[in-house]
């Protein structure tokens, strides 16, 4: 892709470029390290107090991935980019947005699966009491 001027930096900050370009930018900062600083930099002149590429990310809740994307990453069934960008997102942006999603994500999976344990129990109980009855 062409790499973006310097305006089109402060378009994307702003929302104001076509689709498109914003998710053609967007994609470019995921691994771009120059253009990540260069859209810092943007944000340092139009936004004194606002440090870091993190910073936008949270303020914007740019690129947050989908639930069922957080999902597979859980599962660790995510593909390898995907893994790799939730990677980003989590640790680098560090995003409360989708923290807090997995957090609640994790929690969910871990009571279905004491909710699984807890049901294989009786079920087993069961089985033995009913062994208990018939050989009675
Ligand atoms: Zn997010």
């Not at 973006?4 to 378009?11: F, K, N, Q, S, Y």
Request: with cysteine; glycine share 6%; proline share 3%.
């Amino acid at each position: 892709m062409i790499s973006p001027t310097t305006e089109e930096l402060v378009a994307f900050l702003d929302e104001q470029l076509p689709a498109e370009r914003m998710a053609e930018i967007e994609q470019a900062l995921r691994d771009d390290e120059k253009l990540q600083h260069r859209l810092a930099g943007a944000v340092r002149r139009q936004n004194p107090g606002q440090h870091s590429v993190g910073a936008i990310w949270r303020r914007r809740h740019l690129s947050c991935p989908s639930r069922a994307e957080l999902g597979s990453f859980l599962l660790g069934a995510a593909t390898e980019t995907v893994a790799a960008y939730l990677d980003f997102h989590l640790r680098v942006v560090g995003c409360r947005y989708c923290a807090a999603n997995l957090e609640d994500l994790r929690d969910a999976s871990e009571s279905a699966a004491s909710d699984d344990t807890a049901s294989r129990r009786r079920r087993k109980f069961f089985q033995s009491s009913v062994g208990h009855l018939q050989s009675d």
